[in-house]
């Protein structure tokens, strides 16, 4: 269809998600479920190339940038939406439909993007729509921590147009391509700033795991696969081969574990899980072969979809126990056992277990790591890889679902809940057994061609699969040693976003003390002290200069008398204070200030 | 439904979570046990076993072929390496987040007084 291969899909769901709002519930959230599915036809309806639209500011905008790395994710942006909006069924809130859909729209934007200024405008609109999604929980915490995630943005998004603003100056071109960015190094760290903030890149990493659990049930599952992902797939376009994002990606992936195992709160745990697996896609971004990348946008594609599931599942447990603290989750695999299994298979999908997506996408980037004989981040990889087993693979299915029986017995999630999570599981098998589907639709997919099918990946490399096992079982091991220490307490973890929570409350204590000792002091100098003794010296001063000029002259006159003298002196000094003087003393004021000005008049001329 | 066995819980550390909630109904289930039973263990040992025994039988791939005069970077492919990583990584891990809990730990109302 010629229409559709013109239509950005962004602007379908945007105007479409704002149509949705004045429709009543049942035919809305059908709406919106049709919507995303039409999404997702539109994006494969679009050939490859790239598309002008009518200029906008004096500059062309290309909405369309079609290519296979922009289309997997366009696919698995709409595919993922499908699959929320899915399971949320139930979810009545007017708000979140629209803002979801607005969000997932802006995201599609972003991803088909070929300027840099639709892609800073839809950049900012997936922050501004992102935030109604926090906001929709409605309770003090989530408006806390809406107002913190809308600043983080809105100071990234500055970042990243400072960036855009040089790079365009510097360059003379909008397009959003590599060499553009490249030209100037300001504008290329400016941008590659914003960028890793949204990515959640250690150490601007805190907004990701201080907003999203703070989030609805359908907020959380929409939320976790959108903005890091754009995130992602702007540094693929931008950055490939920059090679200090290896570093960074590997600091991501260990960090985000580490955190993980320290928390408390499922969905904080899934949060940094987050961050452990956008580490492993940046890094491969840094990699920046042929392979990487095509690993990278792999990953990208079956970390949103186990990504979703595990939130869905948490979700589910969130929606009926109204609980999300593993201190008081526990034993629920009793009542919600087909939640559980869901959730389990997300869990192992997202460690990489063999037969599962993660399996197939990750290997990808460790194995360009090792081709590169980047060793430490190999080194780096496999224990972020080892620790997702640990956290995510274990800790959140073991902790909720089993543990101590906490003596909850909540109801079975609802129907359109377990829907949405076993389209999701199944997607999460299905890529894991056919990743020859995944990989036709991957960037350079031409050097996956001799490595696609189950055979070739399970059984030609078994002994690669069977290494995998090992160091998972392992892993697993280690986790029921040391279960003693992984016992849950009710505490939260300090991040960086101790800076900006309890570092603004000490900012604006110490500018506090510091300003305002300084304002008192002023005071006490300046109105307490100078000031009176201006007013009296000006007072004073006349008064005495012309008791000091008229002594003699009394002192002639009066022959010396002090009494008469002293009368004299408080008489002019009244006079002064009140401004009360004889006609013939203010005549000769006058005169005397004449003759002055007259003298000064001729000697500056 | 409530079958009241008794419970053989060596875990005394979730005695006072117990105690607040009360549970309807306990079971002594393996699944229900932080210190997970006997048989758990034994499972767990012989699928480790097997993997590490499957290891005898297939033939790896070398890894790091160009960096093979270093250790480190031949180490990937030593016999078991893939086992002893993964518990050395995972207990490393744990450990190192132990630690830094100590640092890093906070009540729950900490940021109570914050914007």
Redesign the interface.
């Known amino acids: 269809m010629t229409l559709l291969n013109n239509i950005p899909p962004a602007f379908l769901l945007i105007i479409g998600a704002f149509i949705l709002l004045i429709l009543p519930a049942t035919t809305r959230k059908a709406g919106a479920i049709a919507l995303t599915l039409f999404g997702f036809y539109a994006v494969s309806q679009l050939s490859e190339g790239s598309r002008v639209l009518p200029e906008f500011l004096g500059f062309d905008l290309t909405l369309l940038r079609v290519d296979s790395t922009s289309k997997a994710f366009g696919y698995i942006f709409t595919l993922s939406a499908f699959g929320a909006l899915v399971f949320s069924w139930s979810e009545r809130c007017r708000l979140q439909n629209t803002a979801a859909l607005a969000y997932v729209g802006s995201a599609l934007g972003v991803v088909f993007a070929g300027d840099m200024i639709s892609w800073y405008l839809f950049w900012e609109m997936m922050a501004i729509s992102s935030t109604f999604l926090i906001l929709a929980r409605n309770n003090k915490r989530s408006r806390?921590a809406a107002?913190r995630y809308i600043l983080v943005h809105l100071a990234g998004g500055l970042v990243l147009l400072t960036g855009i603003l040089l790079a365009i100056h510097e360059s003379g071109s909008i397009d959003f391509t590599k060499e553009n960015i490249y030209q100037n190094a300001t504008a290329k760290n400016f941008i590659l700033i914003g960028i890793l903030i949204n990515a959640a890149a250690v150490p601007f990493s805190s907004w990701l795991p201080d907003a999203y659990p703070e989030s609805t049930v359908f907020g959380g599952i929409i939320l976790s696969a959108y903005t890091t992902k754009t995130a992602v797939y702007t540094l693929v376009r931008g950055f490939p081969g920059e090679e200090v994002l290896i570093p960074i990606g590997c600091i991501m992936a260990?960090y985000g574990?580490?955190y993980a195992?320290?928390e408390n709160d499922m969905r904080r745990i899934l949060a940094y899980s987050i961050i452990n697996q956008v580490g492993f896609m940046v890094c491969g971004v840094g990699i920046g072969t042929k392979l990487a990348i095509a690993g990278v946008v792999a990953h990208a594609f079956c970390h949103i979809i186990y990504k979703s599931l595990l939130w869905m599942s948490a979700g589910a447990v969130l929606y009926r126990t109204n609980k999300s603290k593993c201190?008081e989750l526990?034993?629920l695999?009793k009542t919600m056992p087909i939640t559980m299994v869901l959730g389990t298979i997300g869990a192992l999908a997202i460690s990489g277990v063999p037969l599962t997506s993660g399996f197939i996408s990750k290997t990808l980037i460790t194995a360009a790591a090792?081709h590169q004989?980047y060793?430490w981040a190999?080194?780096a990889l496999?224990?972020a890889s080892?620790?997702v087993?640990?956290h995510a693979g274990i800790k959140f299915p073991f902790f909720v679902f089993?543990?101590?029986?906490?003596?909850l017995?909540p109801k079975e999630a609802p129907r359109a809940m377990i829907a949405g999570m076993s389209l999701m599981a199944f997607l999460c098998i299905y890529l894991g057994l056919n990743p020859s589907h995944l990989y036709s639709i991957l960037p350079n997919s031409d050097i996956l061609v001799e490595q696609n099918s189950f055979y070739e990946i399970y059984i030609e490399?078994?002994?690669?699969v069977?290494?995998?096992?090992?160091?998972?079982?392992?892993?697993?091991?280690?986790?029921?040693?040391?279960?003693?220490?992984?016992?849950r307490?009710?505490?939260?973890?300090?991040?960086f976003d101790w800076f900006y929570?309890?570092g603004?409350?000490l900012f604006y204590s110490g500018i506090d003390k510091t300003f305002n000792s300084i304002n008192r002091a002023s005071e006490h100098i300046v109105i307490k002290t100078f000031l009176p003794a201006l007013v009296r010296f000006i007072i004073n001063a006349p008064a005495s200069l012309t008791v000091m000029l008229l002594r003699p002259l009394w002192e002639e006159s009066l022959s010396a008398d002090k009494t008469s003298i002293k009368k004299c002196e408080q008489k002019i000094i009244s006079q002064f204070s009140s401004g009360t003087f004889p006609v013939a003393y203010s005549a000769i004021f006058i005169l005397i200030f004449i003759g002055i000005l007259i003298f000064l008049g001729r000697s500056f001329s | 439904m409530a079958t009241k066995k008794k419970v053989t819980r060596k875990n005394t550390t979730t005695k006072k979570a117990k105690a607040k909630t009360k549970p309807p109904e306990e079971t002594s289930s393996a699944m229900d046990n932080p210190y997970i039973s006997a048989s758990f263990w034994k499972a767990m040992w012989i699928i480790c076993s097997i993997s590490v025994i499957l290891e005898f039988f297939i033939h790896r791939h070398k890894h790091f072929e160009d960096l093979e005069s270093s250790v480190l970077g031949n180490m990937s492919n030593w016999f078991g390496f893939y086992g002893m990583f993964g518990l050395i990584a995972c207990s490393g891990s744990i450990l190192l987040a132990k630690g830094l809990s100590v640092f890093l730990k906070a009540k729950e109302d900490y940021y109570d007084d914050t914007p």
């Open positions: 806390l107002q260990v574990i580490i195992l320290l201190t526990g034993g695999y090792e004989n060793l190999w080194l496999e224990v080892a620790g087993f640990l089993f543990n101590v029986d906490r003596g017995r490399h078994f002994d690669h069977a290494t995998m096992f090992q160091m998972l079982i392992f892993s697993g091991l280690s986790f029921f040693l040391f279960l003693p220490m992984l016992r307490t009710p505490t939260i973890s300090i991040d929570r309890k603004a409350n």
